[in-house]
């Protein structure tokens, strides 16, 4: 089954790529960005409603993805807010620059980021799934790789030590990403 990806960013649709064994599905980008008010409560019904709005659109099948990273020491501060922490129109390294100031004295750095993926085939079949990836908020930025937050947060159980940033193939098998994908193609593999 193919499915569009309801996403503009593309470092989410390079990973979706990689991460989907295309013996069950496969993701293709959306030739055409359609703007979504992500005001829902909760991530998966922001993921529904971005899902949504492409399949009105499309009228196929459709993966979104809403994610975020939750911080301990400040709760309620990023989560479904994660991309608008610290206000409008910051860059990446401007956001999580404001994230480690925030947390400069702060003993507490656990954290973890959170992916809902919706898989919308149609308005009668929805489906949702789950990933989640823990760790801590470094006191400082480490490496390059990635996007968002990827050089302040160093998940737990790591093989290798550092950031998501520094381990982009490690960050590929386990992020919450990775984790959401894995369970999603687990379900469509035992329907087929
Ligand atoms: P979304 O695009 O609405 O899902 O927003 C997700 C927010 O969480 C953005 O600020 C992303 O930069 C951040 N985020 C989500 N997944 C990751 C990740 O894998 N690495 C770093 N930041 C992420």
Redesign the pocket.
Known sequence: MNLILA?G?S??AE?FAELFDKKYLSVEAASKKIEVV?DGDS?QE??FK?AEAYYKEFKAPILS?????VVEALPGE?G?K????GGEGLS?IE?YEHLLKNLESEPNRKAH?I?VLCCYLNPEEVFFFEGR?FGEISDKALGLD?????PV?IPENANAKGS?AQNPEW?MKN???AKAVKIAQQFFASRA
């Open positions: 996403s960013n470092h989410k990973e992500e991530f922001n993921a971005k993805d809403d994610s975020g990273l990023l479904i994660t991309a608008r922490y990446d956001r980021f992916c990836c990635g996007f968002g937050y990827d947060f998501f960050k992020s919450h990403r």
